[in-house]
Structure formats: structure tokens, C-alpha cells
């Protein structure tokens, strides 16, 4: 069994109290049944403070606070359920937030998602291209062929992210090794398109309402040598590329066209970056709903 994962991935720790976009805030956080049956018998105080935040059904959850927190974020920013009971007391998403998995027959691929900040900072400061460690355990597991050949087809979008001068020629050349066309139309089409997609924050549609009259295509807002964009491209491919196969592609251009547009106009990379995901990313009807308009 492989083990996958970005070279920046063991860099990543958690800004806590410094973070500005801290994930304890407008986050539904759910809790699984194991760390449940821990806050049901913590005999003190704590505990029963932490049963009377908890929202319970099929899928026990915290109470947020009328600001969207978790009750248990400190106005300094740190998390008492850590300061009190320690980190093992959290649950699975707190514990595991902002990291990722994709199991695939042979492998896990692991990395950490770019609606938090400090992962954003660490994918857009690597100074080359995206690489990826690889430890194999030694157990062999059946590969499949399918995985296998679609594993492959990415290696080669990765090539051509990295080797192709700017990111429009390496889209237009991914597209067409895999059997698409490149998306059409301006980019305030999609601008708008996505702004009509489920919101977690008004600001994202203030910041898409920038390329309101844009006359740029999606291959105008691509033609960047960018290493930040060709590194948030390739990171794209590799987190989505195994779910939805190729039409991965058109997704990773069309974002990647927005956020350059979206700079362009004045906007700051990394915080854009951030907003995209947690916006788009975070939520698979919303990159439903994309690609459905994309193919
Ligand atoms: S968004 Fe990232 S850095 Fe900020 S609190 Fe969450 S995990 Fe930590």
C-alpha cells in the first residue's frame, strides 16, 4: 500500500490563535460516534458543558454560537476543549481538519485543503513544481487497471502544467489528451455562474462581482507563466482528478482562470485562493453544479 502526499504537507501546522479565517468559525462541526461516547462520560464540569452544546439527531453536532463559532473558541483564538482535556478529546473533523484522503485501491493520497490559509501559503510559496513523496509499506494490494491508466493521464497534465511556458497552452493541450475542448465563453459568464452557487460568505460574491464586464476569455485569464497558479492548478488535478476524472480539467481551468482574473483585478492570490475553496471546493454540490455546466 502506497502512502501519498504533497512535499509541503509535513510543514503544515496549524496557525491556531494567529489564524485570520480560523476554520472554528462558520463550519458546521460534526462529531462521530466514538469522540460522542467520550463527551457522554467525562464525569466534571466540562463535560457537562460540552453535552449541553451538542446538537443531537442522526448526526450529532456542535452548537454554534449566534456568530457561527464553535462554542468552545476562546476570543484569543485557541480552543478549550484543547486547553482542558487535551487534543485527544477533540473530534475526528477537528482533529483531522484541513487534511484530506483519497483511498484508491492501491494508495491513500493525503494532503491538506486550501480552504485554510497556511496550506494555501505553503502550495503558493513552493518555489518549482508540485512534487509529491510516496511511502510504500510494503503490502502489496490488487491495482486497479482503471486507476492505474487515469493515475497516469494525470502524471501527464502534471508534465504539462510544469513544462508548458503558460497555463493557457498546458490547459489547451490537457484538454485535448483527454477528448475535451477547452471551456468557452467570459469569464464574467462564469464569474456569474458561480455566484449563483450555495454561499457560505457575501464577500465571495463581492469579489466575483469585480470581473462584472470583463471581456477576458478563460485562455486570456490563463495566459500566466504563474508558478502559484501552475502549483494551485496541479493541486487541483490532484485532489479531484481521482473522483471525477477528466473533466477535472475543465474545472481546474475555469478556476484557475477566475482567481487569475480575480488577482488581475486587484484582488490578493492567497486569500482568494482560500475563499475559492472553501466556497467551491468544500462543497460537492456546488462542483457538481459546475461541471455539469461545464460539459
Ligand atoms: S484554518 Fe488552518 S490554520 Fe486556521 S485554525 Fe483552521 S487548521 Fe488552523
Known amino acids: 500500500m502506497k502512502y501519498v502526499r504533497p512535499d509541503f504537507f509535513d510543514k503544515f501546522v496549524c496557525k491556531a490563535d494567529k489564524c485570520e479565517h480560523s476554520c472554528c468559525k462558520g463550519w458546521e462541526i460534526d462529531i462521530d460516534e466514538d469522540t460522542l461516547e467520550l463527551y457522554e462520560s467525562i464525569d466534571n464540569d466540562i463535560g457537562e458543558e460540552i453535552r449541553a452544546n451538542i446538537v443531537r439527531g442522526e448526526q450529532a453536532?456542535?452548537?454554534?454560537?449566534?456568530?457561527?463559532?464553535?462554542?468552545?473558541?476562546?476570543?484569543?483564538?485557541?480552543?478549550?476543549l484543547i486547553l482542558t482535556l487535551g487534543e485527544d478529546a477533540l473530534c475526528d473533523i477537528c482533529a483531522e481538519h484541513p487534511r484530506f484522503y483519497n483511498e484508491l485501491s492501491d494508495r491513500t493520497e493525503t494532503g491538506v485543503g486550501l480552504c485554510c490559509e497556511e496550506a494555501v501559503r505553503l502550495l503558493l510559496e513552493g518555489s518549482g513544481r508540485l512534487g509529491f513523496l510516496t511511502e510504500d509499506d510494503g503490502e502489496a494490494e490488487t491495482t486497479d487497471s482503471a486507476e492505474t491508466a487515469l493515475l497516469q493521464k494525470r502524471e501527464e497534465l502534471f508534465e504539462l502544467i510544469f513544462s508548458e511556458p503558460t497555463l493557457d497552452i498546458a490547459f489547451e493541450k490537457a484538454c485535448a489528451l483527454c477528448g475535451l475542448r477547452m471551456p468557452e465563453g467570459k469569464i464574467y459568464a462564469w464569474a456569474e455562474a458561480f455566484s449563483k452557487l450555495e454561499r457560505l460568505d457575501e464577500s465571495w460574491g463581492i469579489k466575483l462581482g469585480t470581473l462584472e464586464g470583463s471581456e477576458l476569455t478563460v485562455p486570456d485569464a490563463?495566459?500566466?507563466?504563474?508558478?502559484?497558479?501552475?502549483?494551485?492548478?496541479?493541486?487541483?488535478?490532484?485532489?479531484?482528478?481521482?473522483?471525477?476524472?477528466?473533466?477535472?480539467v475543465l474545472f481546474a481551468a475555469v478556476s484557475a482562470a477566475l482567481i487569475s482574473a480575480m488577482v488581475s483585478?486587484?484582488?490578493?492570490?492567497?486569500?482568494?485562493?482560500?475563499?475559492?475553496?472553501?466556497?467551491?471546493?468544500?462543497?460537492?454540490?456546488?462542483?457538481?453544479?459546475?461541471?455539469?455546466?461545464?460539459?
Open 265 to 295: 483585478a486587484g484582488g490578493e492570490l492567497a486569500d482568494t485562493v482560500r475563499q475559492f475553496s472553501s466556497e467551491i471546493e468544500y462543497s460537492d454540490e456546488n462542483i457538481d453544479i459546475i461541471l455539469k455546466e461545464l460539459t
Open 222 to 248: 490563463l495566459e500566466t507563466d504563474s508558478i502559484a497558479l501552475k502549483r494551485l492548478a496541479a493541486y487541483l488535478l490532484y485532489r479531484h482528478f481521482v473522483r471525477y476524472g477528466e473533466k477535472t
Open 61 to 80: 453536532s456542535f452548537r454554534l454560537t449566534d456568530d457561527e463559532s464553535c462554542p468552545f473558541l476562546r476570543e484569543d483564538g485557541l480552543c478549550r
